[in-house]
């Protein structure tokens, strides 16, 4: 079992920052990738951002590209998603999320979520 515990959420006036942290604990992974997802009030879930552990390559939502920066830090086990240039339509509880490669496109292990508010 991997768990996975967010924080970092908050309010922001547009146009700010946020960084989201997600920490790791318990199964290792040699083929692991973290995952940011997303739920807006009455949307759908949808990706953000996605980073391989092993070779740190990143993956991105075209609505984020250019705003949102994904990484990770091996030796706390920790990934992190910095926001920047945060629009309303950025508002959304953000999910970390981890698999292992060979499961994707399923992620199988979730943290609880934390809130992000982009007030105009």
């Known amino acids: 079992q991997v768990q996975l515990v967010e924080s970092g959420g908050g309010l922001v006036q547009a146009g700010g920052s946020l960084r989201l942290s997600c920490a790791a604990s318990?199964?290792?992974?040699?083929?692991?990738?973290m995952g940011w997802f997303r739920r807006a009030p009455g949307k759908e879930r949808e990706f953000v951002a996605a980073?391989?552990?092993?070779?740190?390559?990143?993956y991105y939502a075209d609505s984020v590209k250019g705003r949102f920066t994904i990484s990770r830090d091996n030796a706390k086990n920790t990934g992190y998603l910095q926001m920047n240039s945060l629009k309303p339509e950025d508002t959304a509880v953000y999910y970390c999320?981890?698999?292992?490669?060979?499961?994707?496109?399923?992620?199988?292990?979730w943290g609880q979520g934390t809130q992000v508010t982009v007030s105009s």
């Open positions: 980073i391989t552990w092993s070779s740190g390559r990143t």
């Open positions: 318990g199964r290792a992974f040699s083929r692991y990738r």
């Open positions: 999320a981890g698999t292992d490669v060979g499961r994707l496109p399923t992620y199988d292990y």
